[in-house]
């Protein structure tokens, strides 16, 4: 039985282009600044983005990690939304890396209400920390792959500007948002101070994360990549297959958020589950298993014994992914599974 993974996109396999462009990479000491395709990387990143500079690091969550710790010192705070990455999902690195308070703000589809951001950012008071970085992300995982709209990112990048305070985003999907508006990236990330970008996930690239923002900003970026061991020396093997994501996989995200809209729209006419189709904008999909015979986890299990491979969210929630290894073909097939577990015929 062929097997359907829609766990994460970061379940991706590198292309046989990205396995040419890695074997015969031009390489050098990327620590020293001398490998010359991890520096075409980021150029290429970067003049992408809109921003000054960029750098290539292994992961997202390091890239993450990076930028709180270069826009913000021990003892301030950090404000993010409640259910964000960076805070939900990072091991709390704030805390334990950068010694910063997070400061949640629930958001609507991930944007948070402009009016508690502002409550939230603190006074000039010898009580207070200071508030140091407003963190967004886009698109947003766990509102299920939502695209932050524009209007709300100006008037939040206004707000902050007032106050004195950077943004950064947390774009590990900021390509799908781009492709689901229909928006040049360096358009959507034009309001925030920086920005950070996965090659890992949806494009397809084995390893890496692009961050990106002024040239100061990169460089003290460039000694907390070092100071976490995210100096990888020939990484050029690495930022080959980014080179080749970027110029190969961008367009072809559109296919795969087509792909999670049929999933969707089938998921909502199986009985015992309830999908909410207006967050399916990107490639997600999240849907609340309602059938009190299940929960999320016996769910996700059971449908591991039929070879849909899904990721539970919440007690009741279960998270679907679509990526450039899962076909058009796959997803019928998947939901004939799903049904045949549940079951239940359509109603
Ligand atoms: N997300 C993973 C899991 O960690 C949940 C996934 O399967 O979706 N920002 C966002 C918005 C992310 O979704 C992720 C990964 C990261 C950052 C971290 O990227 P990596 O995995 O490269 O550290």
Not at 103 to 110: D, E, S
Not at 323 to 343: K, M, Q, S, W, Y
């Amino acid at each position: 039985m062929r097997r359907i993974d829609l766990r994460s996109d970061t379940v991706t396999r590198p292309t046989p282009a990205m396995r040419r462009a890695m074997f015969e990479a031009r390489v050098g000491d990327d620590v020293y600044g001398e490998d010359p395709t991890v520096n075409r990387l980021q150029e290429v990143a970067a003049a992408l983005l809109g921003k000054e500079a960029a750098l290539l690091l292994p992961s997202g969550t390091q890239a993450n990690q990076v930028a709180v710790l270069s826009h913000a010192g021990r003892g301030e705070e950090v404000i993010v939304e409640a259910e964000s990455h960076i805070f939900y999902y990072e091991a709390a690195g704030i805390a334990a890396l950068a010694a910063c308070q997070a400061r949640t703000v629930p958001g609507a589809r991930g944007a948070m209400d402009l009016d508690r951001v502002e409550a939230a950012i603190r006074a000039d008071n010898i009580h207070f920390p200071r508030t140091a970085l407003i963190c967004v992300e886009n698109t947003h995982n766990r509102a299920g792959g939502t695209v932050l709209p524009r209007e709300h990112l100006e008037a939040l990048s206004a707000l902050a500007r007032r106050h004195g305070v950077p943004v950064h985003m947390d774009g590990a999907r900021v390509f799908n948002a781009s492709v689901a508006d229909g928006r040049p990236v360096a358009e959507i990330v034009a309001p925030v101070d920086s920005v950070m970008f996965c090659l890992s996930k949806g494009l397809a690239a084995p390893v890496g994360a692009v961050l990106a923002g002024t040239r100061a900003f990169v460089a003290r970026a460039r000694r907390y990549r070092k100071l976490l061991g995210g100096g990888m020396r020939q990484a050029g093997i690495l930022a080959a297959a980014g080179l080749v994501a970027l110029d190969t996989m961008v367009d072809r995200l559109a296919e795969d958020h087509a792909n999670a809209r049929e999933l969707a729209g089938g998921l909502a006419s199986v009985g015992g589950l309830r999908v909410d189709l207006d967050t399916v904008q990107t490639n997600m999909v999240l849907f609340e298993v309602a059938d009190p015979a299940w929960d999320a986890a016996s769910l996700v299990a059971a449908l591991e014994g039929v070879g849909v491979l899904c990721s539970a969210f919440g007690p009741r929630q279960i998270r679907l992914v679509t990526h450039c290894d899962v076909a058009a073909a796959d997803v019928p097939e998947a939901l004939d599974r799903i049904e045949g577990v549940l079951g239940r015929g359509r109603r």
